[in-house]
């Protein structure tokens, strides 16, 4: 009799193994929702990034650069999702380079010569942390004399009082050259020398206080054409042939490798009747090393995806070549040159 019963109790323990593997059992049902898990799914969408502000520094209110870094801003602030830009009047160049270097700024403005001296530490600053974005218009050497103070050409500067915009920049050095080479020295030879901004030296020769100044920048430069449309005024013209001279001889240590003439024509200016021959260098905005590089990237993709309409907001920057853009003089940023790569501008 217990043979019997272990014997059925065996065959009926097959039987259930026999149920288990075809499904049978007590084994839930299946369902449509996923179990909880503490691992969150997966998505092909990226994190919005962080709101991110920085300052860019440009020159005085007057100026091309403080209008196109607010073409530029505007744009920026627009069409980013995160990034602002927010432009900043500054004393201009090395004003924005310094502040740059140590953090005030992220972005400025500064002619090519002069930060290319500043990077490698050729001059009385070594600032080895920016780096370039992209270069930009001409740094036009505006000089603006009063028809009463008798200056028609250089040669008349002689016992003049004069007035340039920020020391130890290249508008101080290119103008000391120039006087040199017409036989005029900067310290023995005028009456007075005034180192300012250029709203102050605007306001002196209005004032009478000076004879000539000088207002660097891309033309037409609105400051200049306040001043031209009285009729007071006169553009001082430097022949092509006597900048080239200048050019091959420097100043002191400093170099204008980065410089060329340029014509103003007639009628860019108000009571401008002839063309006027300028010395002229590229500008250059440049921003810290430390900077993400997706940030500069966003800077720069923005401001080439929508270049037809900001150009058209001033006549400085309408004739500029992204080709020409990633010749900075000093390393690029990695983001803009990841940019320039990508579009096919740097090979």
Not at 21 to 35: F, K, L, Q, V, Y
Not at 76 to 90: A, G, M, V
Not at 212 to 217: A, D, N, R, V
Request: hydrophobic content about 35%; some cysteine.
């Amino acid at each position: 009799m217990m043979k019997k019963k272990s014997g059925l109790l065996a065959l009926l323990m097959v039987l259930v193994l026999i149920l288990t593997a075809c499904g049978g059992g007590t084994a839930p049902a299946s369902s449509s929702t996923p179990a909880p898990s503490s691992t969150p799914a997966s998505s092909s969408t990226p994190a919005p990034r962080p709101a991110t502000s920085y300052t860019f520094g440009t020159a005085s209110s007057t100026g091309v650069h403080y209008a196109v870094g607010m073409l530029f801003a505007d744009m920026i602030n627009k069409k980013s999702d995160y990034l602002k830009i927010f432009p900043q009047t500054t004393g201009g160049g090395e004003d924005n380079g310094v502040n740059v270097s140590k953090g005030e700024y992220e972005f400025g403005y500064w002619n090519v010569d002069s930060i290319v001296a500043a990077y490698s530490g050729d001059g009385n600053l070594h600032l080895p942390n920016l780096a370039g974005v992209m270069t930009m218009q001409a740094q036009a050497a505006h000089y603006i004399a009063r028809i009463d103070s008798g200056i028609e050409k250089w040669e008349d500067c002689r016992g003049k009082r004069i007035g340039i915009a920020t020391t130890n920049t290249v508008g101080e050095m290119i103008t000391r050259a120039i006087l040199t080479h017409y036989g005029i020295d900067w310290d023995k030879d005028l009456a007075r020398t005034l180192v300012a901004g250029n709203d102050e030296t605007r306001e002196k020769l209005s004032d009478g206080d000076l004879d000539l100044i000088y207002i660097g920048g891309g033309f037409p430069i609105s400051g200049v054409i306040e001043l031209m449309t009285s009729g007071d005024y006169r553009l001082i013209s430097t022949p092509k042939e006597d900048l080239e001279i200048i050019f091959k001889a420097g100043y002191v240590d400093f170099s204008f490798d980065y410089y060329s003439s340029y014509v103003i024509g007639a009628g860019t200016y108000p009571n401008q009747d002839e063309d006027v021959t300028v010395a002229g260098g590229r500008n250059l905005i440049f921003t810290r090393d430390d900077i993400p590089e997706e940030d500069v990237y966003e800077f720069l993709s923005i401001v080439h995806d929508n270049w037809d309409e900001i150009k058209q907001g001033h006549l400085a920057i309408t004739r500029l070549d992204w080709n020409e853009m990633p010749k900075v003089g000093i390393p690029l940023h990695p983001g803009a040159e990841r940019f320039y790569r990508e579009k096919g501008y740097l090979k």
